[in-house]
């Protein structure tokens, strides 16, 4: 083989990158197999796919056989015309096949110059032979003389000819040394098309309509998304509004018509961005679209005006609708539900894309174009009202405009720019391959895709690295930068604002960095600035630290409920940990403990308070080697450290301090897990119920031992305590008293008298104890379900309660006794108290037919009296409609009436017994099921509203933030408050029905 200026005459297919068995054929049929086509091979070996681009340049031999020796000409000696042909055929099977299918289309490559906007109007005019129309006035100038079928086959290869010679250009220089076409200039060139492509149809369309009849009216078309913007993709849906004087059946004809005919020559176009989307009318007159914004628009469509531009049709009517519209767009940052809307529809649109295609999809994905675009809008809408430079379409722009305003640091505004403008590359060369509308990388495993992404976006080897292994790591590294887009955007800017310590940026003015925090959910934006400042304050390491965290965790608060309260319980537990190295250091290392402490702060008050005084519980805010720390930990486990720990201290008083101590940690960790949905209401009713048992099993055992010190004997009785209610039922909630009844037992041979007064010292010191004023959330006994209710003792024997109970009953305490359960102190005499009682709770033959009214006229008082002054009794989670109440009452009733028959009924648990009801067929099972779903519905909004309120309260509140706070506490994004409430409202309505139906007989 010799060699010629360093290279072999004749390349082997495999130095080309030809590894398809028939390229020696191919070849040789082109007459490239001698020397005299060394320049070819060469350029031919730069495609991104030369198998691809070989098998298209044998079609196109055959397709233009008689010019086959000028195309083969041109390549020999024009090495523009080269680039253009070769670098096209190798990057796009579809522009190929138009190639092929289109004979003489190759002579386009030859022009010098892309056509300007109007020569490419003109072109799509001339397609259809459209002529200016006398009639139409407003700017409406075109009207088609070819209509149907063949109007829309010219206009097709009409708009793939200008497709096809924007391509070559901007594909060109993979191959051949020619000037790039950098992304902007190819977006504003893509919409320039698409402005003439749709002139065109619209031109078609009113001839469709109309045939020769005269247009009176007139009709805008708006350009919105991407189209407005001027930076479409190669392959974009179009998205227009349609603005007509008069709005009438003819301009929605028309309007349809020119979609349609779009649709089917050129791409999707779409009128979904309309007032009420596609149930909407297509066509409105002016004053008809600002009625609605100023009434009815939600905050994505003034976003999606940000980009509304006049592309067709009436312009001067387009620009009369653009300048009506701004002043909405720039004044929606200012809405009430601004934040929360935004953070909805980005939560909807990550919610589109599976999850298996989520670090493929170059658009929607991890790190992806729509991050940057929805932080960059966001940005321009939150200062755009008081800086008109940032009121630019186009997304580059934007930026520009954002660093240079001094909203983002040049580096961050540089590198931003750069991310994004590599993306969209990606997107164009991706979208080329066969016209279609992509945005789906690749499989980093396919090494064939890879490598012709890499080639075709002129990615070269590098550093030892192939084309494609350079393509994987670039890809890494923008996504990783894009994926900190917001915290660069939002946050750092915000610390710069306040310490001024990059002297290398341009800062944010204090006025501009509080309406970017009002923006970001701050009610009290200057509050915030300040707590910023008094967190980054100073210059040791600690400092450094908070700088370096702080933006992340202002992301996630801004997410939360409440950021004014998340910021400064943030503040607040940072002034308490000042002295704890640990943890900064953990929220530095350790991403899930920081969005998850972020994510509580921000929701409850409740959790809040509990972490300032047992801030170690935040370490379980980590993820184990099982799963969350927070499950990990057992309520037992917590139970026999806290038994043992009272246990050590001699002091009673002491003893009770280390028992809150336990309690507090252990309500942190079981609020957390509640609120972080790691743990769901049943096991957390179980657990509350747990540590409510061992604090009072704590303290009585710790009380008779002090009295038992102090008075040198050893105790006359033996005591146990049984739990009432919700605390018997294991089913308490954050805000629920400890309901229990003191139980004695006199030994053999004390005097019973003396041992009752021991008894009464015992309940009463536990009760003064346990009740002591704290920081803590309440420890509360309640001693009213006994036997006399207020008037009777505190403390009776066994023997005293089985002849009172045996006696005197009312139905009501037979009732409370359904859920009664030993929970604290001698287990045996508990037990013996649960024997006695069953004969009560449990009678053979079930409560008497008086007994069901009695109960049954109880529950009528109760639901007119008790219910607090003012509340709404469809919304109140304890004795509301459907509510605990009547979910409890209703169980328990089929208790009284049916266990005696069904020893599965005796239980003290809601959930258990109406299992066991379902399992006994009292009741049909779909009627189980909603009771059950309304117990543990209203049981969720009980335990939130403490959470978020930090006080026990029933009353779920109506729309606006606090039921934002709620539902979000309850499991339910905050932008769907509505639909929560609607949910209670339904699940409880239906348990209503049941409950009427099922109680009153």
């Given amino acids: 083989m010799t060699v010629h200026g360093g290279r072999s005459t004749v390349p082997s297919p495999g130095r080309l990158g030809l590894i398809e068995p028939t390229a020696r054929a191919d070849l040789a049929e082109l007459g490239w197999n001698e020397a ?45 015309f080269r680039g253009r042909l070769l670098a096209t055929l190798g990057a796009s099977d579809a522009l190929g096949d138009h190639l092929v299918a289109e004979a003489g289309s190759w002579r386009l490559l030859t022009e010098p110059e892309l056509p300007t906007a109007a020569q490419a109007r003109t072109e799509m005019l001339n397609a259809v032979d459209a002529v200016p129309d006398p009639d139409a006035g407003g700017g409406l100038t075109f009207r088609a003389q070819l209509s149907g079928p063949e109007a829309t086959g010219r206009l097709r290869v009409a708009y793939r000819n200008l497709v096809l010679r924007l391509a070559a250009h901007d594909l060109a220089p993979t191959v051949q040394d020619e ?160 934040v929360v809307d935004v953070q909805a529809m980005r939560r909807r649109v990550e919610s589109l894309v599976p999850e298996e295609e989520k670090d493929r999809n170059v658009k929607l994905g991890r790190g992806g174009l729509r991050d940057v675009e929805f932080a960059v809008q966001l940005m321009q809408m939150v200062h755009g009202r008081a800086d008109e430079s940032l009121r630019v379409r186009s997304t580059l722009e934007a930026i520009e405009a954002l660093t240079d305003g001094g909203y983002v640091g040049r580096t961050d505004g540089a590198n931003l720019y750069a991310s994004y403008e590599y993306l969209r590359g990606l997107e164009h060369r991706l979208q080329l391959q066969r016209l ?254 747990t540590v409510w048992a061992a604090v009072i099993n704590a303290a009585l055992e710790k009380v008779i031992e002090a009295m038992g010190a102090e008075s040198g004997e050893s105790p006359p009785a033996v005591m146990a305590v049984i739990g009432m209610g919700r605390l018997g039922g294991g089913e308490l909630g954050y805000g629920s008293d400890a309901d229990v009844l003191f139980v004695c037992d006199p030994i053999e041979g004390a005097d019973e008298t003396g041992a009752l007064r021991w008894a009464q010292n015992v309940a009463d010191n536990v009760r003064s104890l346990l009740g002591t004023p704290s920081a803590d959330p309440p420890l509360e006994v309640d001693v009213g379900l006994r036997p006399e209710g207020k008037n009777g003792p505190i403390v009776r024997t066994l023997a005293s309660y089985r002849a009172y109970y045996e006696q005197w009953a009312q139905p009501w305490e037979v009732q409370a006794l359904l859920r009664a359960n030993a929970v604290a102190g001698d287990p045996e005499l508990g037990r013996e108290f649960l024997h006695m009682i069953d004969q009560v709770r449990y009678p053979a033959g079930g409560v ?95 335990n939130a509203l403490v959470l978020v309120r930090g006080k026990p309260v029933d009353q779920l509140p109506g729309p606006g933030r606090e039921l934002r706070a709620i539902a979000y506490a309850a499991g339910w994004p905050q932008d769907e408050a509505g639909e929560y409430l609607e949910h209670y409202l339904r699940i409880t309505r239906r348990a209503k029905k049941v409950v009427e139906e099922v109680f009153g007989g």
């Avoid at 648990?909 to 779903?933: H, N």
Wanted: hydrophobic residues 45%; glycine residues 6%.
């Fill in 179 to 338: 000037p790039v076409l950098f992304l902007p200039e190819v977006g504003r060139r893509l919409s320039e098309l698409a402005d003439a492509a749709l002139t065109a149809a619209l031109a078609v369309a009113v001839r469709e309509v109309l045939g020769d009849k005269p247009l009176t009216g007139r009709l805008a078309v708006i350009a919105m998304g991407k189209g407005g913007a001027r930076e479409l993709n190669y392959v974009s849906d179009v998205d227009v509004v349609f603005v007509a004087e008069p709005a009438d059946g003819v301009s929605a004809r028309i309007a349809g018509e020119m979609m349609r005919i779009g649709s089917l020559a050129f791409f999707e176009v779409d009128a979904a961005l309309r007032p009420e989307g596609r149930r909407g009318a297509v066509t409105r007159t002016l004053e008809s679209y600002l009625s609605y914004y100023q009434r009815w628009a939600k905050t994505w469509e003034f976003q999606a005006l940000l980009k509304a531009r006049p592309m067709t049709g009436d312009l001067e009517l387009g620009e009369q609708y653009v300048a009506a519209t701004g002043p909405l767009v720039w004044s929606a940052a200012e809405r009430e539900d601004f």
């Fill in 848 to 942: 008497s037919p008086d007994a069901v009214r009695e109960i049954r006229r109880i529950k009528a008082r109760v639901d007119a009296e008790r219910l607090p002054r003012g509340a709404d009794p469809m919304t109140h989670t304890k004795l509301g409609r459907g509510g605990l109440a009547d979910v409890e009452w209703t169980v328990q009733l089929l208790q009284l009436r049916f266990a005696h028959q069904h020893p599965e009924l005796h239980t003290t648990s809601t959930l258990e017994a109406l299992e066991a009801i379902e399992r006994t067929e009292l009741l049909p099972g779909d009627q189980v099921a909603t009771l059950t779903e309304a117990w543990l519905t209203a049981t969720t909004a009980r």
């Fill in 436 to 689: 279609t509308r992509t945005h789906l990388l690749p499989d980093p495993a396919d090494e064939h895709a890879m490598r012709w992404l890499a080639r075709a976006a002129h990615i070269r080897p590098e550093g030892g690295r192939d084309a494609a292994q350079v393509l994987r790591r670039d890809l890494r590294r923008q996504r990783t930068r894009v994926r900190s887009l917001h915290e660069k955007l939002f946050y750092r800017p915000l610390l710069e604002a306040v310490t001024r310590f990059d002297k290398d940026s341009l800062y944010l003015q204090n006025q501009a960095a509080q309406r970017q925090l009002a923006a970001l959910g701050y009610a009290q934006p200057e509050r915030a600035l300040e707590h910023i400042k008094a967190l980054v304050a100073g210059t040791g390491r600690r400092t450094q630290v908070q700088r370096l965290i702080l933006p992340g965790l202002l992301e996630h608060i801004s997410n939360t409920p409440d950021p004014d309260a998340g910021l400064l319980n943030y503040r607040r537990l940072c002034d308490e940990m000042f002295e704890a190295a640990w943890f900064l250091r953990l929220l530095r290392d350790d991403g899930v403990v920081a969005e998850r402490l972020m994510h509580v702060l921000g929701t409850s008050e409740y959790i809040a308070d509990l972490l300032m005084r047992s801030p170690d519980v935040i370490g379980l805010y980590s993820t184990g080697a099982s799963g969350p720390k927070l499950c990990e930990v057992t309520s037992q486990e917590v139970v026999k450290g806290l038994i043992a720990s009272v246990r050590r201290q001699p002091d009673p008083r002491k003893a009770i301090a280390v028992a809150r101590s336990h309690r507090r940690a252990e309500l942190a960790r079981i609020a957390s897990a509640d609120l972080l949905e790691l743990m769901d209401v049943r096991q957390v009713c179980r657990a509350l119920s």
């Fill in 36 to 80: 005299a086509a060394v320049d070819r091979l060469w350029a031919l070996s730069r495609t991104a796919d030369p198998d691809l681009a070989l098998r298209a340049l044998v079609r196109i031999r055959a397709a233009n056989d008689e010019d086959w020796p000028q195309i083969d000409a041109l390549l020999t000696t024009d090495t523009t």
